[in-house]
């Protein structure tokens, strides 16, 4: 499988360190992938900043790369405010590029969980399917920390 990932321009510095640890552990929204099949990324930016200048263009050169699947990192859940444009950039890609958008990389870190939860952030049944793939359990969460 061959995916590319897209972050948050907030997190351009991020070194994807979690990202490549759930993808070997298959854990997150990475865990839809069996342990024994290899997953290659073949593309790493960001969105561009808000209001995703990148979410236009950095589709079509992950797809030339060969990607069969975008995933949206974490962190555009986690921050605060969580990415208010995250539901427009899965839809006009899917539109756009034909390819499937998975809104997630790895495991929501707890501390993370925590004051969103203590927030309301994702109290919303729309937030509570965003997500419901990095949600993971508390242990593995606490080891993303």
Known sequence: MKIGII?????SNCAGGKCFRAIQN???????????????IVGYTTCGGCPGGNIEY???EIINNGAEAIHFATGFVVGYPPCP????FKKFIEEKYGIP???????IPQKYYVIH???????????????????SNESIRKSYN
């Open 7 to 11: 972050i948050c321009d907030r997190y």
């Open 26 to 40: 298959r854990e997150g929204a990475f865990d839809i992938y069996k342990k024994n099949d290899a997953v290659d």
């Open 58 to 60: 950095a589709p079509e």
């Open 85 to 88: 444009y995250i539901t427009q």
């Open 101 to 107: 958008i998975v809104i997630g990389t790895h495991p």
């Open 117 to 135: 939860k203590n927030l309301g952030t994702w109290d919303s049944a729309e937030w509570q399917e965003i997500i419901r793939p990095t949600l």
